[in-house]
């Protein structure tokens, strides 16, 4: 690729500017279709949001300092989002989210670990194409509830038309509007989306002001949550910390290859490591954990600036807004409609990467190829709609999330139960 920038270049202060705010709309963007998952008080949210916009802010400017030192934006995992939502889930009538943070901060200190250990090498030779598939399309299919329960909420059944029209809408434009478009702008569409999105929603319903009155709430103090251990949730948190290594791994080195990063098992192992660290921060604080986004080698091949020193002012402004209450009560008020769609548009191009890599590195070539393929899917699918009384308390973190019983069933199929047809 001809780029303007390499990723040690410094470019001048306009330029500089210019492309800073692209990282940090986009970031912006990114933390934001996760605010919903926060508990609460409106203000309560609020300083959750707060957390996250400095966690995430924080990370993408260690990363490109100390960790892979490539632009990458850092956002919450999707995949510790279905991790969150089945644990809550299986706890009933009770709600503890410390037994949740406790379990993402023991999976980051176990993911630094194994990168600082030099175990990468021998993990990653578990995950064949096919297993890689696999989890790309589970993270799409597992979503596709919590995505439902936003854009038609239950409890506002007035906004479910509003709720049709607009995906059916939006998704084709913004599909459209990301294949026509390039450079800058094309980065832009999700950004756009949600902007244009909350505008046509507030103007129909209205209530803007109160809803970021309400979110302007007194948060109170930073809490801190316990360390509290449940070893189902714990057990189910590692099944998804395997798939956010995946997406982790991936990211850096899509963007690597794309740019001709020189040193790039070394830039790996150090932005696994980092990643692992955050996650432990992130669970300390309370939060979800962060990783890179494939997103932005999108961002780079647009702009044909690679630079790393690009994305660190807009890392800094992401920490200064979570740093502002009154800004991120702004954010916060976006409607989980409109928040929904954007997610569902997400969950899409995820779903294509994943057909992508199927069809570029000839993953089905066969019938039982594509058995290891659909069964874990359709597994996933069942076991997330599973009733609860069905399960044993003390299984439900795992037997109920349908990421982890997809994951573990693609494994057991790939390199036990399909393995010798496999090979002849």
């Known amino acids: 690729m001809d780029l303007k920038f390499g990723l040690d270049d410094k470019p001048r202060f306009r330029d500089m500017m210019l492309y800073s705010v692209e990282w940090f709309v986009l970031a912006v963007a990114v933390v934001i279709t996760t605010i919903f998952i926060a508990q609460g008080t409106p203000g309560e ?44 889930a299986s706890q009933g009538d009770t709600t503890n989210t410390d037994v949740i943070y406790t379990s993402i901060l023991l999976c980051g200190a176990l993911l630094a670990v194994i990168a600082a250990g030099g175990l990468l090498k021998y993990i990653q030779r578990i995950f064949t194409p096919r297993i890689v598939v696999v989890i790309m399309m589970l993270l799409s299919f597992t979503l596709a509830g919590t995505i439902k329960n936003l854009i038609f909420p239950a409890h506002l059944t007035e906004q479910h038309t509003f ?6 809408v939006a998704i084709p434009l913004m599909a459209l509007l990301s294949t026509r478009l390039r450079g800058i702008i094309k980065s832009l569409v999700i950004p756009t989306s949600l902007l244009v999105g909350t505008v046509i929603y507030y103007l129909r319903f209205g209530g803007f002001n109160e809803a970021v009155g309400r979110f302007s709430e007194p ?33 850096i080195q899509a963007l690597g290859s794309m740019v001709k990063a020189s040193d790039m098992n070394r830039r790996v192992n150090r932005g696994v490591f980092l990643t692992g660290v955050l996650n432990l921060v992130a669970g300390g604080l309370g939060v979800i954990g962060p990783v890179n986004y494939s997103l932005s080698p999108g961002v780079v091949a647009g702009s044909r600036c690679a630079s790393r020193y690009t994305i660190m002012p807009a890392a800094i402004l992401l920490i200064i807004c ?32 994943a057909f992508h890599v199927m069809v570029a590195e000839r993953n089905v070539l066969t019938f039982n190829d594509g058995l290891i393929i659909g069964l874990p899917v ?14 044993p308390q003390i299984l439900r973190p795992i037997v109920q999330n349908g990421f982890v019983m997809g994951v573990i069933t693609v494994i057991l199929m790939e390199h036990i139960f399909l393995k010798e047809k496999k090979l002849q």
């Not at 924080?58 to 960790?67: C, H, I, R, W």
């Not at 709720?163 to 059916?168: A, D, E, K, Q, Y």
Request: aromatic content about 10%.
């Open 45 to 88: 949210k609020v300083l959750y949001a707060q957390k996250m916009f400095v966690v995430m802010g924080g990370a993408t400017l260690l990363q490109a300092l100390f960790g892979h030192r490539m632009p990458l934006v850092v956002g919450p995992a999707s995949v510790l989002l279905i991790g969150i939502l089945t644990a809550l």
């Open 163 to 168: 709720g049709l029209i607009f995906t059916i």
């Open 378 to 391: 359709m597994i996933a699918l069942l076991y997330a709609i599973i009733p609860a009384e069905v399960v």
């Open 219 to 251: 948060s109170g103090s930073l809490i801190i949550p316990n360390l509290e251990f449940n070893w189902g949730i714990i057990t189910a948190f590692v099944f998804c910390f395997i798939a956010l290594l995946i997406n982790d791994v991936g990211s």
């Open 322 to 353: 979570g740093l502002i209450p009154q800004m991120v009560a702004v954010f916060a008020a976006i409607p989980d409609t409109i928040i929904g769609v954007i997610l569902l548009y997400l969950m899409g191009t995820q779903l294509a990467a």
